[in-house]
């Protein structure tokens, strides 16, 4: 009896062994893994997308499978480059597995399941250069995969950004103003060049520059009597000057001496012609 009873808990062990051993290698396999890209253009956005099991037949292709199923393109067919940018073209109208933008010149996705992944990216300019990721597979399988991203890479001319400077007068007569006025351009803090503006040029300058700079303005020297002020809007310097004194206009200065003055010479001549007259009694 004990003997029947050590047979069945042996054979009740050894089929729950065989029961949770495939259950386990699923579970460690599916979405277990993790696949790292290493790309120099921040902020290029990739997509991944699996195309099929991780294992090749007999004949060493592989049969696609979910969203590329049915597909006549061979893996790996003439080469791996000629296939994946075939599976590319047509991943067009696909959802990616998994997605996301290059930062610090890496990007890692985790939680993929064994498999040949297509991995495929968009286009990006940096630093002047404009990088376009080339269509790779990958097999993703075991733990982590590290894989250097390769690229076409081109020169790009970046459009010019367009500045402007504009005078403007508030509070003051238009015909006591200065003919011109100097106004200095810096570029990241350096003095570039001193432009005039005047009736001629309608009081604005406008000038171009290639991206990535920061352009400020300022008046070289403020005329006498005007409290100058800088605005910015988008790439627009706005220098206004506003007459400090409302109601007075430039040049006609401070009257109060002058009227002081004034009176105290009309008292000294009447004292004078009193003294005279006391005189001639």
């Known amino acids: ?41 921040s902020g290029a956005e990739f997509r991944v997308y699996r195309v099929a099991d991780a294992s090749p037949g007999i004949d060493g292709s592989y049969t696609l499978e979910g969203d590329f199923a049915g597909l006549s393109v061979e893996v790996p067919g003439e080469s791996w480059r000629s296939a994946a940018l075939e599976l590319a073209s047509h991943a067009a109208g696909i959802s990616p597995d ?54 076409d890479q081109e020169p790009v001319e970046e459009e010019p950004v367009s500045y402007q400077v504009k005078k403007v007068w508030k509070g003051d007569d238009a015909d006591d103003r200065p003919g011109s006025v100097a106004i200095r351009l810096l570029r990241d803090g350096q003095l570039v060049e001193t432009v005039t503006l005047n009736a001629n040029n309608q009081w604005t300058y406008t000038w171009e520059d290639t991206p990535g700079h920061t352009w400020q303005v300022e008046e070289a020297q403020v005329p006498n009597g005007y409290q100058a002020s800088v605005s910015q809007s988008g790439n627009t310097f706005t220098v206004t000057n506003t007459w400090k004194t409302p109601g007075e206009q430039p040049g006609t200065g401070d009257t109060t001496f002058i009227a002081a003055a004034l009176v105290l010479l009309l008292i000294s001549a009447g004292a004078f012609v009193v003294i005279r007259r006391k005189n001639r009694a």
């Open 98 to 151: 998994v997605r996301g933008e290059i930062s610090g010149g890496s990007l890692t996705f985790s939680g993929l399941e064994d498999g040949l992944y297509l991995v495929d990216g968009n286009a990006a300019v940096s630093n002047g250069i404009r990088y376009t990721p080339v269509p790779f597979l990958v097999i993703v399988s075991g733990g982590s995969v590290l894989s250097q991203v390769k690229s």
């Open 1 to 41: 009896m004990k003997k029947t009873k050590l047979f069945f808990r042996s054979l009740a062990l050894l089929l729950l062994t065989v029961l949770l051993v495939p259950f386990g290698a699923v579970a460690s396999a599916a979405g277990g893994n993790s696949l790292t890209l290493q790309y120099p253009c």
